[in-house]
T-cell receptor, first 116, second 114 residues
Framework: AQKITQTQPGMFVQEKEAVTLDCTYD???????LFWYKQPSSGEMIFLIY??????QNATEGRYSLNFQKARKSANLVISASQLGDSAMYFC?????????????FGKGTKLTVNP | DSGVTQTPKHLITATGQRVTLRCSPR?????VYWYQQSLDQGLQFLIQ???????AKGNILERFSAQQFPDLHSELNLSSLELGDSALYFC?????????????FGSGTQLSVL
């Protein structure tokens, strides 16, 4: 079974600085997808970024980038130029194949607080 | 707005009761997923449907059941409710079932069992 580890239950960063949120995963699948989602205090889950296991380039989406190290099974999220609105829970997720279909398994999350 | 609609937003009920949570996926999406989010367990995958058929099953209790109808909307039925079933229940949808498809989440149904 897939296991997703987010070792930082809480992180603090100053506005306009960059922050890295850690994620490691354990999978036996050869092909898989890595995702990051944001959950603000309002509760909705917002897709941020995706990385395929065979993608050679690290994914980027605006201020978000994914530091993908396949051999280490690591998929850290980097947020550049933090904004107050970035304060939220951040979840790392990995697709896993079960019985020929895929499902998304989530880590426990990291709570990011951006200070002014 | 993700395009995924969940109703109701809040539900308060008593132990032993049965409730139904409803989800309408984004237009064109054939897959529907149900997740349960609680403080102690985090986000737990419950079940997935694709075009009306069950595709994958997670940690879904026998007291829970789901289905996807021909118009692709889905319902999650929770019966014999216990205090521990109190949680935020998310529905998500995607176009298909490939592992590179992002899931679009609804705003969730907050269930409180008293």
């Amino acid at each position: 079974a897939q296991k997703i580890t987010q070792t930082q239950p809480g992180m603090f960063v100053q506005e306009k600085e960059a922050v890295t949120l850690d994620c490691t995963y354990d999978t036996s699948d050869q092909s898989y997808g890595l995702f990051w989602y944001k959950q603000p205090s309002s509760g909705e889950m917002i897709f941020l970024i995706y990385q395929g296991s065979y993608d050679e380039q690290n994914a980027t989406e605006g201020r978000y980038s994914l530091n993908f190290q396949k051999a280490r099974k690591s998929a850290n999220l980097v947020i550049s130029a933090s904004q107050l609105g970035d304060s939220a829970m951040y979840f790392c997720a990995v697709t896993t194949t079960q019985g020929g279909s895929e499902k998304l398994v989530f880590g426990k999350g990291t709570k990011l607080t951006v200070n002014p | 707005d993700s395009g995924v609609t969940q109703t109701p937003k809040h539900l308060i009920t008593a132990t032993g009761q049965r409730v139904t949570l409803r989800c309408s996926p984004r237009s064109g999406d054939l897959s529907v997923y149900w997740y349960q989010q609680s403080l102690d367990q985090g986000l737990q995958f419950l079940i997935q449907y694709y075009n009306g058929e069950e595709r994958a099953k997670g940690n879904i209790l026998e007291r829970f059941s789901a289905q996807q109808f021909p118009d692709l909307h889905s319902e999650l039925n929770l019966s014999s409710l216990e205090l521990g079933d109190s949680a935020l229940y998310f529905c998500a949808s995607s176009e298909g079932t490939a592992n590179n498809e992002k899931l679009f989440f609804g705003s969730g149904t907050q269930l409180s069992v008293l």
